[in-house]
């Protein structure tokens, strides 16, 4: 998928973001606390909600485009309360009810829904989930289903903390997981995969974490695995080696762990993934990710330069831009960042109250050179006061 257009309203906190268009590369800056974040967790909450969650006070309006350019546009609302049960239980008084929903797809509406019927191609419906968005509901349809699948490419990379990540196997099912393993692939993955369809677009297009992913890769396409290790040793040249492999796990023998290792040059042992650096790590994973990613794929990035050292955000903010597959929708406040990355794809996001704005950094007519235009960005009373009572 591909988003063009994005508005969101949070009801309950009384913030509201103003419809922003993004392009297949936006780079969102401003002063902290403008509501850079917010956006990305915004988009992020519409997965949700096409997956089923019931969000208080929360509505939207987003329009995107499928890998066929068939253009969705998604829009509805749930009730807003004010003081919601912190402790949900069986009566559903946590659960918040849809009061409108429209999906409409290339101009046709398809579904409309008010507080008491649902239309499905204006046909009303059996009475269905007061709680869950028609996109769920119906998300077998083939008029449908393209809209949370689409959304379900959406990939939020925050401050995550990779390095201990190896001893958690990520919600993947019990069912799936086996002590035996081949080349540290859990039996019964191995099997899916095997089985089923094995081709690396199933890989990339499957829901597992990205370090199973590397794992899938290294046990059927090493050579792309090769591919991602060369990216990353041009980065870190004293780096040798890189590889995936299964260890047991002494405390859950039926859950082995799948830790990245790397062999530096000099260094005898090879380094586990908990002991190799924040920045080394980070930098992997945002390589791995633009090979391991199927075309439609929508990256969220905050912070693009946390926990990346100098020699890391050159490398990576080039492959970003060179990639034309995948959607990049990023905040920084970097400068080496806001200076490589075109001005046409910057979004000054600004903040009166609880009103949000991102505004089109080419319609201020700043200067014509990267460098000419960053140092005008840097002085705009947009940029540096971004925040307004």
């Known amino acids: 998928m591909r988003i063009k257009k994005v508005a969101f309203w949070d009801n309950l906190r009384e913030w509201r973001f103003e419809p922003i268009y993004f392009s297949n590369l936006t780079l969102l800056v401003g002063v902290s606390g403008v509501g850079k974040t917010q956006i990305l967790k915004g988009i992020l909450n519409l997965q949700k909600i096409a997956n089923g969650f019931s969000l208080n006070g929360l509505a939207w309006d987003i329009t995107f485009s499928t890998i066929n350019d068939v253009e969705y546009r998604w829009k509805g609302e749930f009730e807003t309360r004010k003081n919601p049960v912190l402790m949900p239980d069986e009566d559903e008084s946590n659960n918040f009810r849809i009061v409108q929903e429209k999906l409409f797809k290339n101009g046709d509406i398809i579904i409309e829904r008010n507080s008491t019927e649902i239309k499905f191609k204006g046909n009303t419906t059996p009475k269905l989930s007061p709680f869950q968005s028609a996109v769920q509901i119906f998300n077998q349809e083939e008029d449908i289903s393209p809209v949370q699948q689409g959304l379900n490419k959406i990939i939020y990379s925050d401050n995550f903390n990779f390095k201990n990540s190896f001893n958690v196997f990520f919600g993947i099912p019990q069912s799936l997981i086996s002590v035996n393993t081949v080349l540290g692939i859990p039996q019964s993955l191995m099997l899916m995969f095997s089985t089923s369809d094995s081709s690396l677009d199933s890989v990339k297009s499957s829901n597992l974490p990205i370090f199973i992913k590397m794992a899938l890769v290294a046990r059927y396409y090493p050579e792309i695995l090769n591919k991602i290790k060369r990216t990353f040793v041009d980065v870190f040249p004293q780096v040798e080696d890189m590889r995936i492999e299964a260890v047991e796990n002494d405390k859950n023998p039926s859950s082995p762990s799948f830790p990245i290792q790397i062999k530096e040059k000099g260094v005898n042992d090879w380094i586990f993934q908990n002991n190799i650096s924040s920045g080394m790590l980070k930098t992997l994973i945002h390589i791995a990710e633009l090979y391991l990613s199927p075309e439609g794929t929508v990256i969220l990035i905050d912070e693009f330069e946390n926990s990346l050292g100098i020699n890391c955000i050159d490398v990576v903010t080039d492959l970003i831009v060179e990639n034309r597959n995948i959607q990049f929708i990023l905040t920084s406040h970097h ?3 806001i200076n490589n990355i075109g001005m046409e794809n910057w979004k000054i996001v600004t903040r ?20 000419q235009a960053f140092m005008q960005l840097i002085n705009l009373e947009e940029y540096s006061e971004g925040i307004k009572v």
């Open 335 to 337: 400068p080496y960042i």
């Open 352 to 371: 009166k109250g609880g009103v949000v704005t991102a505004i089109d950094a080419k319609d201020l007519n700043l200067g014509k050179s990267r460098h």
